[in-house]
Nanobody, 118 residues
Framework: QVQLVESGGGLVQPGGSLRLSCTASGSTLTVSHMGWYRQAPGQQRELVAAGTNGGSTYYADSVKGRFTISRDNTKNTVYLQMNSLKPEDTAVYYC????????????WGQGTQVTVSS
């Protein structure tokens, strides 16, 4: 089992920045993919960004050039730096961990609210 604990959400004005953190504990050696999904009210959960143990990264088109995913393997922590935030980025952001694919999630974090509003 892997446990994921997130932090860093909040309220920010359009154009502002936030950094989300997600720390994994437990059987972390089984995990090859980590990243973030988000879910806005009334919408399906969507993949935002992901990274692999080998250093590959994926970004949704809607966040390319604004969001950056990074990992600190010494701390088993993945970060999502979000810049130039827009109101449409408002959602609950969920950290995930997966053994095989970013589309086959094995573990979820509890979620953290990000609200972009003036």
């Amino acid at each position: 089992q892997v446990q994921l604990v997130e932090s860093g959400g909040g309220l920010v004005q359009p154009g502002g920045s936030l950094r989300l953190s997600c720390t994994a504990s437990g059987s972390t050696l089984t995990v090859s993919h980590m990243g973030w999904y988000r879910q806005a009210p009334g919408q399906q959960r969507e993949l935002v960004a992901a990274g692999t143990n080998g250093g590959s990264t994926y970004y949704a088109d809607s966040v390319k050039g604004r969001f950056t995913i990074s990992r600190d393997n010494t701390k088993n922590t993945v970060y999502l730096q979000m810049n130039s935030l827009k109101p449409e980025d408002t959602a609950v952001y969920y950290c995930f961990a997966a053994r095989w694919s970013r589309f086959q999630v094995d573990y979820w974090g509890q979620g953290t609210q990000v609200t972009v509003s003036s």
